[in-house]
């Protein structure tokens, strides 16, 4: 079994690949005071529920976004599963070629993403991570990654709003029946979640424009399966898009001489 871990700035998101396919899944809080004792801990009684020993583990592949963490995890993989990870940082073999003018400024869940999307969908391919961050990424043809934009995740924004204005409540994201609220509450959800399906419509047409060939559009994280519900400019959902692109990576390294 391989074990890939993606460390967001809100989530771990664990997956046990067995067989080239997703066994086994978990989403853990990313913890910047946890130990490396506290987080074995927490990865050993997930495995006793699910019936699958430490031992079965055969390697380890992490991406993080959060360095201060990394440490952290890095000892929790020696102490408890008795195996050094691999990060994915620059100079690790990913099947595509990154054309960023810094690619160490780059993110690692961003080069997973590519690299799953392009290998599952092929190319032009338009990549949308809906997580802390909205990240958008373009695999061009030949496997080469361009670049993409990257705007404030649709929880922060509304997170910000409450927290930024005196009068205006937090509020449960959702999608409203009308556009036009009655409501303090109605208005706010309107205005974010319409509001953001369009800043997404507007950036993948903006993006295909300079592309200038047709392109297909996959999106993960979190909140993708609500946006992809209401824009047809979505064409895919894949929730484990960046651990299948981990595990992608671990697999071309593993396999090099």
Known sequence: MILAMDIGNTNIKTGLFQDGKLAHYWRISTSK??????YGILLTHL??????????????????VVPTV????????????????????????????????NPHELGSDRIA??????????APIITIDFGTATVF???????????????????????ALSSGTAKLPRFELGKPAR???????????SGMFYGYVGLVQNLIAKIKQEIGKPAQVVATGGMAQMIADESRAIDHVD?????????????????AP
Do not use: W
């Not at 929730?239 to 396999?255: E, V």
């Open 33 to 38: 005071t946890s130990t490396s004792d506290e």
């Open 47 to 64: 495995f006793d529920h699910s019936h699958v020993r430490l031992s079965d583990v055969e390697g380890i592949i992490i991406s993080s």
């Open 70 to 101: 990394n440490f952290t995890i890095e000892h929790m993989c020696l102490n408890y599963f008795h195996l050094q990870p691999m990060f994915v940082v620059p100079g690790i073999k990913t099947g595509i070629r990154i054309s960023y003018e």
């Open 113 to 122: 993403n590519a690299v799953a999307a392009y290998e599952e969908y092929g």
């Open 137 to 159: 990424g373009v695999v061009d043809e030949g496997g080469v990654f361009l670049g993409g934009a990257i705007c404030p995740g649709i929880k922060l924004a509304s997170e």
């Open 179 to 189: 556009v036009i609220g009655r409501t303090t509450l109605t208005n706010l959800q």
């Open 239 to 255: 929730g484990i898009l960046t651990l299948k692109g981990l595990f992608l990576i671990y697999q071309r390294n593993h396999a």
